[in-house]
């Protein structure tokens, strides 16, 4: 089955203890985002990948790591998690950058206290 | 960068009616503009899109219009069905840049 696959689906942690948000797809797509999803703020993204070892930033890359060592792969890492990190992951992928659809991962929510 | 507008933010409709969500763009540019449907504590879905050498495009129950000279677009709902109920975004895209989203817009359809 084609999916975008993110780990885990919910975590709660504490401030400045180091974090990774696992997003993988098989659908051998190029093209990977990450956003986060605020109340009354919609997506934003915060970095994005157009292929292996080709990575930039979005629109909040603030606090925000990723890598893109192989193409199925696209880890949002969190050096040092702050409260104002809480909010809900969407990992997404698509075939090219002009691609016409966007999958989207199930999400994690990630709260930081 | 690209801004995207979006409104109304809620919009409660009776079923059977028809549900208009409107959403603008500031980069002239954008040439990309798909609308995404997100249900209750589920991923956002695409259901429809439209670039920019096209006007309208309809599928079934749901259509999308782009006027390019006042950079609106819009997402109309027709026979709304209480499946319906989700949040709707809207988004624009430039070439190879990528998706900025709109805020969303719940829309509730009463049995």
């Known amino acids: 089955e084609a999916q975008v696959t993110q780990n885990p689906r919910y975590l709660i942690t504490v401030t400045g203890k180091k974090l990774t948000v696992t997003c993988s797809q098989n659908m051998n797509h190029e093209y990977m985002s990450w956003y986060r999803q605020d109340p009354g703020l919609g997506l934003r993204q915060i970095y994005y990948?157009?292929?292996?070892?080709?990575?930039d930033k979005g629109d909040v890359p603030e606090g925000y790591k990723v890598s893109r060592k192989e193409k199925r792969n696209f880890p949002l890492i969190l050096e040092s998690p702050s409260p104002n990190q809480t909010s809900l992951y969407f990992c997404a992928s698509s075939l090219t950058v002009l691609s016409t659809e966007a999958f989207f991962g199930q999400g994690t929510r990630l709260t930081v206290v | 960068g690209e801004n995207v507008e979006q409104h109304p933010s809620t919009l409660s409709v009776q079923e059977g009616d028809s549900a208009v969500i409107k959403c603008t763009y500031s980069d002239s540019a954008s040439n990309y503009f798909p609308w995404y449907k997100q249900e209750l504590g589920k991923r956002p879905q695409l259901i429809i899109d439209i670039r920019s050498n096209v006007g309208e495009k309809k599928d079934q129950r749901i259509a999308v219009t782009l006027n390019k000279t006042a950079k609106h677009f819009s997402l109309h709902i027709t026979e709304t069905q209480p499946e319906d109920s989700a949040v709707y975004f809207c988004?624009?895209?430039?070439?190879?840049?990528?998706?900025?989203f709109g805020k969303g817009t719940m829309l509730l359809v009463s049995p």
């Open positions: 988004a624009a895209s430039i070439g190879y840049s990528t998706l900025t």
């Open positions: 990948s157009m292929n292996v070892e080709v990575t």
